[in-house]
């Protein structure tokens, strides 16, 4: 993505070269899209034949840019006589305004040609496009262009208006224009998104926030969010930035669901633009403490679509919370599952312990009880459907092996579980994570009976259970020999010894013995798995390892966070403040915005993070990392109606306050230092 300019507005967003050109491309989805399916596949803009380049792009916003070109080779701008702004936004639909400037003294003639087309390809298409079985049609008309796409009652329709005259074709729309001298010549061109239903209404036309919005309005919408978030006031300027550019993101990402009405949060740009389980938990963990109003309506529309039959195609369960949701054709006419899909063994014991977290936070115990029956549900999915073999662990194997996922936990890629030489384990696998999940969502779970749904006897039992599901695990993953948890269990009960970032998330899911805890951070603080900027996914001595494989060797900033999250829990200050430093440091060279992964070269050999190609930028759970890390390291921590605060921020980062943190509590403000200044204060 580095050559390329993106913009977004909830899960609308165009991407495109750095003219503000697109042209079709078979790696990465390029164009304009909205609910997963791309709008605009071309939109190529000529000046009297030339293509044009760009002397400077202004993408400041996430919801607008513009980019100030020239016709002709870089070599030809000495003597230009003429210059094009083009102004462009997204919000709901699109808008570009088209200005060409004549810096000559004279009158000059230009024609001025606007390619346009729409492949209204599915996302899941873009690397693997295959004949559409719809009919794809474009109708002229009065300076407009309607680009249309039919299969059954998949209907979607891309509307192109000119606000200046214009001869349309069905290619495109050609002007003819006279700039008088050091003149200009201008027209908006608006383009419409409409997603049809069943019934013929224009969808997305029924959503509250739907349709075309002023860059005003939007950005009024923004700094109203902004506003709402605790203040941050630091001395160190990657946190301030990396705060900034986060909840900027985080807004951004925000769009209306189609099936419930809601907003909710996409999980990234640009593959992910929808609700997944397991990111949005995740996510909504990190970001709890600042902007708890986003957690109720993903908790309750993961409820609200949680599985309640066997339906091997979809891998659901009763009681599974969804792993993705999507609204393309190809979900659509199934011909692949995601319409909801629910390959993921970990998303339902995390709806638990997020649900739990929102109530410590916010006391919010209506939510609680509304949502009874669901967590209910997913307590009960861990027990029966979620361990498959009847050994009292979560397993994984999908019902699907056509289109299903093979790994089902959060390293979803193919190779991403495997022995410490590399050779990948049996189906089904039992990830060490997956248990420490379900230890925590018996705890959070029997709490919640207890104080909530006035049922005693279902907490006992939790309880029970949650501490025989420690000391079972304590004795069945460790490896005496290496000092580390196992990464899974494969079909035969056998260790897969490989040594990778999971062991992290066993210490925030506190199912980690208090006497093994220093020789897990260790292990993670250590030359194998930590790189300088964060802990690599896979150690640098496994089989596997690759410092940009995708799950084998990159560093995830999201999987830092709780990492760091988990290292606090145990009292292991120093070693969660090296992790907030390098995430920090990383943050800078990426303009604040830390992206889905980077690789996990050692920080020695490249002196800065080098990027992983196809990174997802923004992502949700990265822009929910300084967030977690912030709380982190200020030591935050609810404890019935009051807010602990206990600061333990990394040599160099200086003063971190924070102020109006809302809670159960109102709202109350921390402060804390870097020890080598003064020791940190809290109040």
């Not at 999971?502 to 925030?508: C, R």
Request: negative net charge; contains cysteine; charged residues 25%.
């Amino acid at each position: 993505m580095k050559d390329l300019v993106s913009i977004l507005d909830g899960n609308t967003f165009l991407v495109s070269d750095q003219s503000g050109d697109v042209e079709p491309s078979l790696d990465f989805p390029t164009g304009l899209f909205s609910f997963d399916t791309r709008f605009l596949s071309t939109w190529l803009l000529l000046i009297d034949g030339q293509r044009l380049h760009a002397l400077s792009v202004d993408d400041a916003a996430c919801h607008r840019t513009r980019y100030f070109l020239v016709p002709g080779e870089a070599t030809h701008f000495l003597d230009t006589k003429v210059s094009v702004i083009r102004s462009r936004m997204v919000s709901g639909d699109m808008s570009e305004d088209l200005t060409v400037l004549n810096h000559s003294g004279q009158e000059m003639s230009f024609t001025v040609r606007m390619e346009m087309a729409s492949d209204f390809a599915d996302i899941f298409e873009i690397k693997d496009i295959k004949g559409k079985k719809g009919h794809n049609t474009a109708t002229p008309g009065e300076n407009s262009l309607r680009l249309t796409y039919r299969r059954d009652a998949f209907h979607r329709e891309t509307t192109i208006h000119s606000s200046a005259d214009a001869q349309v074709d069905r290619r495109g729309m050609t002007f003819q224009i006279r700039i008088g001298p050091h003149g200009e010549w201008t027209t908006r061109l608006t383009v419409t998104t409409v997603i049809y239903g069943a019934r013929g209404q224009n969808v997305r036309a029924l959503l509250p926030f739907a349709g075309s919005r002023t860059s005003a309005a939007i950005e009024s919408e923004h700094a109203d969010f902004v506003d709402q978030a605790p203040k941050l006031s630091c001395d160190c300027q990657p946190l301030a930035g990396a705060y900034r550019r986060s909840l900027a993101d985080l807004e951004s990402l925000r769009y209306e669901s189609i099936a419930l009405g809601v907003r909710l949060m996409a999980a990234g740009l640009p593959w992910f633009m929808t609700l997944f389980g397991r990111d949005s938990i995740f996510t909504s963990l990190q970001v709890l403490p600042f902007v708890p109003e986003l957690i109720p309506p993903t908790l309750t529309m993961l409820a609200g679509l949680q599985g309640h039959r066997v339906d091997d195609f979809r891998d659901e369960e009763p009681g599974k919370i969804l792993h993705e949701l999507r609204y393309g054709e190809t979900a659509g006419f199934e011909e692949q599952p995601h319409s909801p899909y629910y390959g993921a063994a970990d998303s339902t014991p995390l709806f638990v312990i997020l649900l739990d977290e929102y109530e410590r936070w916010t006391g919010d115990a209506e939510l609680i009880k509304q949502l009874e029956f669901a967590a209910r549900a997913a307590l009960t999915w861990i027990d029966t459907y979620g361990d498959l073999l009847g050994t009292g662990y979560v397993w994984y194997q999908t019902r699907n092996p056509a289109t299903g996922l093979e790994n089902q936990c959060w390293k979803d890629s193919w190779d991403a579980i495997c022995y410490a030489d590399g050779r990948l384990p049996s189906f089904p696998r039992a990830t060490c994570e997956l248990q420490g999940y379900a230890y925590d969502a018996k705890m959070r779970g029997a709490r919640l009976a207890r104080q909530y749904w006035n049922d005693p006897v279902y907490a006992d039992r939790l309880e029970r259970e949650a501490a025989e599901l420690k000391e079972r695990f304590n004795r069945d993953f460790w490896l005496p020999d290496k000092g580390y948890y196992a990464l899974a269990l494969d079909s035969d009960g056998s260790q897969v010894d490989a040594l990778s970032s999971n062991i992290g998330h066993l210490l925030w899911s506190g199912i980690v013995d208090e006497s093994r805890a220093r020789q897990v951070a260790d292990h993670l603080l250590g030359p194998q798995l930590f790189s300088g900027w964060g802990v690599r996914t896979l150690a640098d001595d496994q089989g596997r390892y690759n410092p940009i494989g995708y799950h084998v060797g990159t560093v995830w900033p999201f999987d830092n966070s709780i990492i760091a999250w988990g290292l606090w829990k145990y009292g292991l200050r120093e070693e969660a403040s090296r992790i907030c430093d390098g995430m920090l440091q990383a943050s800078q060279y990426f303009s604040g915005r830390l992206p889905e992964a980077f690789a996990g070269y050692e920080r020695d050999l490249t002196d800065f993070p080098v990027e992983y190609p196809t990174a997802c930028s923004p992502q949700a759970w990265s822009a929910g990392t300084p967030l977690l890390l912030l709380r982190v390291m200020l030591g935050l921590e609810p404890k019935g109606e009051h807010l602990i605060i206990d600061p333990h921020v990394p040599p160099g980062l200086g003063r971190v306050e924070l102020l109006d943190i809302p809670g159960r509590w109102g709202r109350v403000d921390a402060l804390g230092r870097s020890r080598e200044e003064e020791p940190g204060l809290a109040e």
